[in-house]
């Protein structure tokens, strides 16, 4: 993975993929992707981690609904 691991999301914390403009759970980090999960749970997904962001508050409870 080219990224620095040390300011990749941690497991388990709750991000935006920018590129989908979704909310989802960090799962794992692959290589060169992350993998997300929507917070209700279903499909994991991969995101780019140039593309992944802290969520904010409100975007987690918007998500969460």
């Known amino acids: 993975m080219s990224a620095d691991r040390s300011a990749l ?9 920018t590129a989908r403009g979704t ?5 794992d980090h ?4 992350i993998q997300l999960r929507p917070s209700g749970g279903a ?5 780019n981690p140039a593309a992944v962001r802290p969520v904010t508050a409100t975007e987690l409870k918007g ?3």
Request: charged share 35%.
């Open 9 to 17: 999301p941690k497991k388990g914390a709750f991000v935006v993929d």
């Open 23 to 27: 909310v989802g759970q960090v799962m």
């Open 30 to 33: 692959l290589d060169d992707h």
């Open 43 to 47: 499909l994991e997904w991969d995101a």
């Open 63 to 65: 998500a969460e609904k």
